[in-house]
């Protein structure tokens, strides 16, 4: 039984403050949504998923609630169950008893956050083999051998995958499916659904201001890894839905002209200039399930709630 903690991640910081910079300086300055994730970033996040306006974690919990049988009976027990961004793990515990895996292989980039949690966990199901991984899943998912190799079932819940542009997503599902080596493997993921542009506003951009210093303390971050003088009060929050582009667009926006200093750098900023921070796309059922078809995936079930806000799917190898 392989039960302990493999670290394939090791954060390159040259490399991390290579992109940074490079974003900041481009034409449109933007800066990947995983910067996002410090220590504080994501204590925020886990206060955004407790708002009333932020309806994707509740929403998709209801969902695996509801349908825990016709879930659990789609894709049968005794998997070995890849959890891609694992985070506190609480997602897939929830689902550990309709399930019951044969192995849980939780997987995140932040390593230290990880190896706790899985400890935790330990106590909690000594029954399930875990392997914990730190690893930066969005660029490969060359999984270690202590994997399990046949009947597995990945796990990308929460609407992650909007994170990715369409073509971007196409690609990251074809690695997916790449690693299904086996007709008895899947993948089990959460989408979140196109829906009334007022609802959508309102989820990114809450009336108590909990999105807003989620996405300003990025300018902390940024201070820390760049050795920048970002100042948080010269900017302001913008999170809206780009109906056109079918994404949700978060933004931090110089409130007045203002310069930006870091070791070996600096950019002025108009006011009114925006730093891009993150895309959420949403989908339609029917656009996801192509999406799905064109990585080689067969939808085999879906399932949404009463108001159709959000898709939960299961697929397999086609």
Same mark, same amino acid.
């Given at each position: 039984?392989?039960?302990?903690?493999?670290?394939?991640?090791?954060?390159?910081?040259?490399?991390?403050?290579?992109?940074?910079?490079?974003?900041?300086?481009?034409?449109?300055?933007?800066?990947?949504?995983?910067?996002?994730?410090?220590?504080?970033? $994501?204590?925020?996040?886990?206060?955004?998923?407790?708002?009333?306006?932020?309806?994707?974690?509740?929403?998709?919990?209801?969902?695996?609630?509801? =349908?825990?049988?016709?879930?659990?009976?789609?894709?049968?027990?005794?998997?070995?169950?890849?959890?891609?961004?694992?985070?506190?793990?609480?997602?897939?515990?929830?689902?550990?008893?309709?399930?019951?895996?044969?192995?849980?292989?939780?997987?995140?980039?932040?390593?230290?956050?990880?190896?706790?949690?899985?400890? $935790?966990?330990?106590?909690?199901?000594?029954?399930?083999?875990?392997?914990?991984?730190?690893?930066?899943?969005?660029?490969?998912?060359?999984?270690?051998?202590?994997?399990?190799?046949?009947?597995?079932?990945? =796990?990308?819940?929460?609407?992650?995958?909007? #994170?990715?542009?369409?073509?971007?997503?196409?690609?990251?599902?074809?690695?997916?499916?790449?690693?299904? $080596?086996?007709?008895?493997?899947?993948?089990?993921?959460?989408?979140?659904?196109?829906?009334?542009?007022?609802?959508?506003?309102?989820?990114?951009?809450?009336?108590?201001?909990?999105?807003?210093?989620?996405?300003?303390?990025?300018?902390?971050?940024? #201070?820390?890894?760049?050795?920048?003088?970002?100042?948080?009060?010269?900017?302001?929050?913008?999170?809206?839905? #780009?109906?056109?582009?079918?994404?949700?667009?978060?933004?931090?926006?110089?409130?007045?002209?203002?310069?930006?200093?870091?070791?070996?750098?600096?950019?002025?900023?108009?006011?009114?200039?925006?730093?891009?921070?993150? #895309?959420?796309?949403?989908?339609?059922?029917?656009? =996801?399930?192509?999406?799905?078809?064109?990585?080689?995936?067969?939808?085999?079930?879906?399932?949404?709630?009463?108001?159709?806000?959000?898709?939960?799917?299961?697929?397999?190898?086609?």
């Amino acid at each position: 039984m392989h039960d302990g903690f493999i670290q394939l991640h090791a954060p390159n910081s040259d490399l991390i403050q290579d992109e940074l910079r490079a974003g900041l300086l481009a034409p449109q300055a933007h800066s990947s949504p995983k910067y996002l994730y410090d220590a504080l970033g $994501s204590k925020l996040f886990e206060a955004i998923c407790a708002l009333p306006e932020y309806y994707p974690t509740r929403t998709e919990a209801a969902i695996f609630t509801a =349908f825990a049988d016709e879930i659990a009976s789609s894709i049968g027990p005794g998997k070995a169950l890849i959890d891609l961004g694992a985070g506190n793990c609480a997602k897939a515990a929830n689902l550990f008893a309709s399930l019951q895996p044969s192995q849980y292989v939780p997987v995140d980039i932040s390593v230290d956050f990880l190896r706790d949690t899985v400890a $935790s966990l330990r106590q909690r199901f000594p029954q399930i083999e875990m392997l914990g991984v730190g690893m930066d899943f969005s660029e490969s998912l060359d999984l270690p051998h202590a994997v399990r190799s046949h009947e597995r079932l990945f =796990f990308y819940p929460g609407s992650s995958i909007g #994170n990715y542009t369409p073509e971007q997503a196409l690609a990251y599902l074809r690695r997916i499916r790449a690693a299904c $080596s086996d007709e008895a493997s899947g993948l089990l993921i959460g989408v979140d659904l196109v829906k009334d542009s007022a609802l959508l506003d309102a989820a990114y951009d809450d009336a108590l201001g909990v999105t807003a210093a989620f996405n300003l303390n990025l300018l902390r971050h940024l #201070n820390t890894v760049l050795g920048a003088d970002f100042n948080v009060r010269d900017w302001q929050h913008r999170g809206f839905f #780009n109906a056109q582009e079918s994404r949700i667009e978060m933004h931090l926006e110089a409130r007045h002209a203002v310069t930006v200093t870091w070791r070996d750098g600096e950019r002025r900023f108009a006011a009114g200039e925006r730093i891009h921070t993150e #895309n959420s796309y949403k989908y339609t059922q029917q656009g =996801f399930a192509s999406l799905l078809e064109r990585a080689g995936f067969e939808l085999r079930h879906r399932w949404t709630d009463p108001h159709q806000w959000f898709l939960v799917c299961h697929a397999g190898t086609a």
